[in-house]
């Protein structure tokens, strides 16, 4: 099961650009990489995935190098909202038994 | 749709007590999740079913924990007795496949606290 290594926290003022990188350095072939994100009070909710190079949606755009062992998430002129927990997955696809897990997060604090 | 629904909200209850926590997924997803998290441990995975079957319960804490899905509206996650190490917040999530690239939507969690 591939494990991930992110910060613990990281804090940003309110209109910055804010990456927060994953490490994953036994990451297998199959394995797609996810990011969900959690408010206080609330479960988690997926943000973005992608398997290679870059993927963007409404929400943030997700880097992921050639070598795929790590991959960053990047959240564009974050607001006071954008404070919360914000977890990398690795996991597999249809054909694996493995599970999902939740490592411990990267908790982003945005400051006015 | 109205998204991943958990009752109740909040638990109070003391040791040795059952405890009954419910969780409607949203319809037609056929994978059904349920979670842990705590300050200590984070978020941990307890079991999982597909099209109402378990499949993997290895999260499952203990014999006290147990998890039914009667039809695919409907599943409880049961404690019994309840002791307070289990107090934490319990989700359940749902999706339309199980492999990560399949988006979980989760429930706004059962906080439970054992007195």
């Known amino acids: 099961l591939a494990k991930t290594t992110q910060p613990i926290s990281m804090d940003s003022y309110e209109g910055q650009e804010v990456n927060i990188t994953c490490s994953h350095n036994?990451?297998?072939?199959?394995?797609?990489i996810t990011w969900y994100q959690q408010f206080p009070s609330q479960g988690p909710r997926f943000i973005i995935q992608g398997y290679k190079t870059k993927v963007t949606n409404e929400v943030a755009s997700l880097f992921i190098p050639a070598d795929r062992k790590s991959s960053t998430l990047s959240l564009p002129r974050v607001s006071l909202s954008d404070t919360a927990v914000y977890y990398c997955l690795v996991g597999p696809g249809k054909s694996s038994g493995d599970k999902l897990t939740f490592g411990t997060g990267t908790r982003l604090a945005v400051r006015p | 749709d109205a998204g991943v629904i958990q009752s109740p909200r909040h638990e109070v209850t003391e040791m040795g007590q059952e405890v009954t926590l419910r969780c409607k997924p949203i319809?037609?997803?056929?994978?059904l999740f349920w979670y842990r998290q705590t300050m200590m441990r984070g978020l941990e995975l307890l079991i999982y079913f597909n099209n109402n079957v378990p499949i993997d319960d290895s999260g499952m804490p203990e014999d006290r924990f147990s998890a039914k899905m009667p039809n695919a509206s409907f599943s409880t996650l049961k404690i019994q007795p309840s002791e307070p190490r289990d107090s934490a917040v319990y989700f359940c999530?749902?999706?339309?496949?199980?492999?990560?690239?399949?988006?979980?939507?989760f429930g706004p969690g059962t906080r439970l606290t054992v007195l």
């Open positions: 036994n990451i297998a072939t199959n394995d797609y």
């Open positions: 319809s037609g997803h056929d994978y």
């Open positions: 999530a749902s999706s339309l496949g199980k492999s990560s690239y399949n988006e979980q939507f």
